[in-house]
């Protein structure tokens, strides 16, 4: 007879992070969406971090055997008073996480939080998650404690988390290279966007979502928090370009308008919109719900995705899914994405975009395009399914 095996999947994210929600909500509906001879002995259970908004949760209530909404999966005050004093002392580490999961019979729980003094003695199987190594590469957008603080956990994790999932081979690659004596078991789990079908059932629903913004029929989209990472400015930079030679392309962004890490940042955005006169080429919606997202995503004649680094981009999955264009800077995890209608473009070159915004102008026309998006679904069903597949080897491998 096969055991069921009880999974837990831990959603710790916030508003301030979108992009570590929809990946915990991905995972959840791929494996929900297996074939039932592929699932029927897996019972899937949720665990919310206590601070997470319902609503960013409750689509997925029917989809799980239970959630579990806990502080748990927090740290509070004192984890981090004995992350700094007491991190080798194993009786000193928070234990509640693992008390849930025992009285809930886990068999594995997933992704673990890098430790800020929450015990990792499991007595289930487990894996941390690491989606990319960014303040590697773009130390000066963070501070010098944070940066510390980034390769103690990490630190600590290479040398005692049994299992690390990697969202991407680039991150792999990464974790090769700076932690060469880790002896932890190392997967690659690249994500994919699991499209919800209320997305597809109105063909006229992005017009509609287009005038509620009142939005002109064609504009490029993009869907990225205003991390200064993510490079809103190259964009501002390009419009300024074709202004001067009389070309106008719209740009509207989504995405919440705030960078903890540089305050200032959505301020010195709104000001050179204001400067250069762009305000009705550069429009920033801020965070809106996910479906007029996706509609507007449909409605776009490109998406843009200028990011100077990532970790897997949910933006390059979302518009695979939908069949659309992307504009993708040439950084390697975009390239490995190898989303198959990418027009790639330097990302510190605003000319290179330029040149790639004025030609879309005029050869693109405002979407849905059924036929694009129906190709894109079938093959989404093949990629998503793939997804959940590799996820559950994973469980097998290190419960087994």
């Known amino acids: 007879m096969i055991k069921t095996l009880n999974i837990a999947i831990l959603m710790q994210a916030d508003d301030n992070w979108m992009g570590g929600i929809i990946y915990i909500k991905n995972l959840v509906k791929s494996i929900a969406e297996l074939p039932a001879n592929k699932r029927e002995h897996i019972k899937l259970y949720l665990f919310i971090g206590s601070n997470l908004k319902k609503s960013y949760y409750e689509e997925l209530e029917n989809l799980v055997e239970e ?195 540089f305050p200032k940042y959505g301020e010195e955005i709104k000001n050179s919109i204001e400067k250069n006169s762009l305000s009705d080429q550069f429009i920033i919606l801020g965070l809106i719900p996910r479906w007029d997202q996706i509609q507007l995503m449909r409605r776009s004649l490109a998406v843009i995705q200028p990011s100077l680094f990532e970790g897997w981009s949910t933006v390059v999955e979302d518009a695979r899914v939908l069949g659309k264009t992307i504009l993708l800077s040439d950084i390697s995890v975009h390239k490995e994405q190898n989303s198959p209608s990418a027009i790639f473009f330097k990302p510190d070159s605003s000319q290179e975009l330029a040149n790639h915004l004025e030609l879309l102008t005029n050869k693109l026309m405002p979407g849905p395009d059924l036929i694009s998006e129906s190709e894109a679904r079938t093959n989404n069903k093949i990629e998503c399914q793939t997804y959940a597949e590799q996820f559950l080897n994973i469980v097998q491998t290190v419960v087994s």
Request: charged letters at 20%; hydrophobic letters at 40%; proline letters at 5%.
């Open 67 to 261: 959630i579990y909404v806990t502080n748990c999966i927090k740290p509070f005050f004192l984890n981090r008073l004995l992350w700094k004093v007491g991190q080798n002392v194993s009786w000193l580490r928070d234990r509640r996480l693992i008390k849930l999961l025992e009285s809930k019979e886990i068999d594995f729980v997933y992704p673990v939080p890098i430790n800020w003094g929450i015990s990792w003695e499991f007595n289930c199987g487990w894996s941390t998650w690491i989606p990319d190594f960014q303040h590697k590469y773009l130390p000066s957008y963070f501070s010098t404690k944070e940066i510390k603080s980034r390769d103690k956990a990490f630190e600590y994790l290479s040398n005692n988390s049994l299992n690390i999932v990697f969202s991407s081979k680039s991150a792999l690659s990464d974790f090769a290279a700076f932690y060469p004596e880790s002896k932890a078991q190392k997967f690659v789990l690249s994500f994919r966007t699991i499209p919800n079908q209320d997305w597809f059932e109105n063909d006229l629903a992005p017009t509609l979502v287009q005038e509620k913004y009142n939005l002109p029929n064609k504009f490029f989209l993009v869907s990225n928090q205003f991390w200064i990472h993510k490079n809103h400015q190259l964009i501002i930079e390009a419009l300024i370009l074709l202004k001067r030679t009389n070309v106008k392309p719209v740009v509207v962004c989504t995405g919440k308008l705030y960078d903890s890490r």
